[in-house]
């Protein structure tokens, strides 16, 4: 068999069978999972108008006040949407979704005030913090980040939470079985390629390949995580 094509995807791949009704095709039948190759934190950040200077004092502000502040997103159902709202259900509070048109425009409305806070990539998020135009309140990974190593994980006051962005490499699911494996050996190996390494970790990204079992397992579960956050808070397609 001459294999064609890969696929590149990353977090709505797990996240739009819950949102959408009808998908043209089935995220676990149609694919065969080769590898995950990165996964890279976001942070949570506030305008400096914002009072909270700490994830608790974040949450306290937002249970005095719920429904007061809004968030912005790239978009319904994008990892800055899912991650706010993860966050939302396991502190029980209540923030306002004002989606833009792509993270780069979420940023820009953060830093101008005309959203309270957001969820951000690191390396974006980072020169707006350094220049005091950006409150970082805490890191979405479930351990510190070497870019921000004094910022706190949100994980360790806000039990149970942990969000990453991630990318996974996929191929047909007709793809022979040896053939995945011979992939997945083969990101696996680049992946610890010193050079590739220090690469990802200058961009924030943490080089993360596993097999093709590990892969189908995460995003089984990641479906089912997903799932019940767009049914508790009643996220719909726009």
């Not at 949102?19 to 694919?31: A, E, N, Q, S, V």
């Not at 949570?44 to 006040?65: D, G, I, N, R, Y």
């Not at 397992?217 to 799932?227: H, P, Q, V």
Request: hydrophobic share 45%; charged share 15%; no cysteine.
């Amino acid at each position: 068999m001459l294999l064609r094509s890969l696929l590149l995807n990353t977090l709505p791949f797990v996240v739009n069978p819950s949102l959408y009704k009808k998908m043209p095709f089935d995220t676990i039948k149609d694919f065969a999972p080769v590898s995950l190759l990165a996964t890279s934190p976001f942070v949570l950040v506030v305008h400096p108008s914002v009072p909270a200077k700490t994830v608790p004092e974040f949450v306290a502000l937002l249970k005095k006040q719920p429904g007061k502040l809004n968030y912005s997103s790239a978009g319904v159902g994008t990892n800055l949407h899912v991650a706010a709202e993860l966050f939302k259900n396991l502190t029980q509070t209540n923030m306002v979704h004002v989606p833009y048109k792509g993270g780069g425009a979420a940023l820009i409305a953060t830093v101008g005030g005309e959203a309270d806070l957001s969820f951000i990539g690191v390396q974006p998020a980072l020169p707006h913090i350094q220049g005091n135009k950006l409150r970082a309140l805490g890191i979405t990974s479930a351990k510190r980040s070497p870019t921000l190593p004094e910022l706190p994980a949100i994980g360790e006051t806000v039990t149970g939470y942990e969000f990453s962005s991630w990318w996974g490499l996929l191929a047909p699911s007709a793809t022979p079985p040896a053939i995945v494996q011979l992939l997945s050996e083969q990101i696996a190996r680049a992946a610890r390629a010193p050079d590739i390494a220090k690469r990802f970790e200058q961009d924030g990204v943490e080089a993360v390949a596993g097999t093709p079992a590990q892969f189908a397992a995460s995003i089984k579960s990641d479906i089912a995580r997903w799932a019940k956050v767009i049914k508790d808070n009643k996220i719909e397609p726009q």
